[in-house]
């Protein structure tokens, strides 16, 4: 039988208790009935143990309880059967409080799923790393932006750059830096912001980290167009009217050069008139070369819009390679081309890129003049960051380290005659697509001018 009622279940078990005391005690003083005393003697041990254990059922599941709460396992549920009411109350607030823990716990998982996909879709790189450099969190932006794939220590970031790691590590909160490093031959100019938070007793180091290179070009792009702008207006406007009154003047010098049409019939000096018209032929010329001078860099101000479309790879070098193959031959420069995969397309204006390969090409084909065995080559790839990448690589004289920096600044130039137009033409057409020019060079080993889309 069942009982329902946890004191009348104890009260019930001593009273069996005390009774099977009691026919142990009388069997032993008064009979010698040794088989039936052992039977009641095991009976008796029974009974302790029951009773204990039944008493002890309260504790078991104290005990159970703060193991489910130790090891944060709600799936367990504490009944009452077999205790009575006393213990329904117990019962229940063991039941409530796994309840409000399993509902804690939906919250914080919900939470917690909520931030990691609202970190994965950001913009700005985030990593989260501790005080050993294991990195906690790293979202999609960051690693696109590195390009890497899984990151476990920022120890590995020696691979891009080998001081990042230790400059990353020495960050306090709430300092901002600009660090300059090469990704896959793209030149990047990342704004790191750092913070620190502690959590579950450690010290993590939360860093942000954005590429404002392309900002600051686009700002300092922005800057050359309004100077070229104001300057070209201002040179139009001086040097206009004089080539105009040069030409004007010299054709009256003509007229008095010549006795018919003066009417005097004297004519001029022919010494003076040699010394003034060669003086008034040059600032002419000279007014009308500046004049083209300046219309070039107002081409600057003038590119349109990129009308975008899909073209092979293939098609757009091969294009550009029949148009300057002949040149080529005639210098003896060997061009050879390298697509990976062959079936790559891009999303670009056509026309402006073939423009900017075909500037990259000549400029190559004018710095490999004195060499050999010259060699271009043109190789079209996907980047380790997922970009499509072109590369007009050749084996010139290079550019030196100091010009790096600055061939793709208007009025630069490193040729002698050159305007420095070409490569600030081709960089405001790569911003104009999204994607930015770069270059490497070693001298007299191998210069690189990358597209990046």
Known sequence: MVFRHFRLQ????VLCLVATMALFSYLISRT???ATMSLVGLILIYQVWSLVHFVDRTNRQLTRFFDAVRHADFSQSFTTLGLGRSFEGLSSAFSEVADQFRRTRAEKEEQYRYLQTLVQHVGVGVIAFREDGEVELINQAAKRLLAVNHLKNISQLAQIEPELPNTLQKLDAGQRILIKVTIDYDLLQLAVHATQIRREGQMLTLVSIQNIGSELAEQEMVAWQNLIRVLTHEIMNSVT???????????????????????SGKAMDPELYADLSGALTTIEKRSQGLLHFVEAYRNLTRIPRPDFGFIAASELIARVVTLLQQQAEEQRVEITTEIDPPEMELAIDANLIEQVLINLIVNSLQALKEIERGKIIIRARLGRSGRTLIEVIDNGPGIV???LDKVFIPFFTTKKGGTGIGLALA??????HGGHISVRSTPDVETCFTLSF
């Open 427 to 432: 960089r405001q057409i790569m911003r104009l």
């Open 32 to 34: 010698s009935l040794y």
């Open 401 to 403: 380290d100091g010009a």
């Open 241 to 263: 009217p004089i080539a105009s009154l040069a030409g004007s003047v010299n054709d009256l010098v003509r007229q008095q050069a010549d006795p018919e049409k003066t009417g």
């Open 10 to 13: 104890v009260v019930i078990r």
